[in-house]
C-alpha cells in the first residue's frame, strides 16, 4: 500500500529556511517521478517541483527557482525539498504526489500525501 507521509513544515521568517520531507513506502521510489504541489490560503494548487524517477532530474516553478531544491534519498525512501529565501507568497500547505501524468491538459497524481503548512511571516 503505497503511503505519503510529509513532515518538516512550521513558521518561518522571510529569508529563512525549511527542509520538508516526504517519507515513502510501499513502491520504488527510485523509479518513480514524485512532485511537490503547494496551495496557498485562498489559491488553487501550485505545481513546485518534479525529481524524475530513472535520472533525479530535477524541474521548478519559475516562482521557486534558485530558491528550492529537491532531492531524494533512495535508501531510506524520503523525498526532500529545501526551500531557502523563503517568502511571505511561499506560505501554502505543501504535498508530495507521485507519478504526475496529464490528463485532458491539468495534472494529476497517483498517491497524494497528508500535506504539511508553511508558513512565511514576521
Known amino acids: 500500500q503505497v ?5 518538516g513544515g512550521g513558521v518561518v521568517q522571510p529569508g529563512g529556511s ?5 517519507a515513502t513506502s510501499g513502491f520504488t521510489l527510485s523509479t518513480s517521478t514524485m512532485s511537490w504541489v503547494r496551495q496557498g490560503p485562498g489559491l488553487g494548487l501550485e505545481w513546485v517541483s518534479d525529481i524524475i524517477g530513472s535520472s533525479a532530474i ?3 516553478a ?7 531544491t529537491s532531492s531524494r534519498d533512495d535508501v ?3 523525498v526532500y525539498l529545501q526551500m531557502n529565501n523563503l517568502k511571505p ?3 501554502a500547505v505543501y ?3 507521485k507519478d504526475p501524468r496529464l490528463v485532458g491538459g491539468k495534472r494529476e497524481y497517483d498517491q497524494w500525501g497528508q500535506g504539511t503548512l508553511v508558513t512565511v511571516s514576521s
Open 58 to 60: 530535477t524541474y521548478y
Open 95 to 97: 504535498y508530495c504526489a
Open 76 to 78: 531510506n525512501n524520503i
Open 62 to 68: 519559475d516562482s521557486v527557482k534558485g530558491r528550492f
Open 89 to 91: 507568497e511561499d506560505t
Open 18 to 22: 525549511l527542509r520538508l520531507s516526504c
Open 3 to 7: 503511503q505519503l507521509v510529509e513532515s
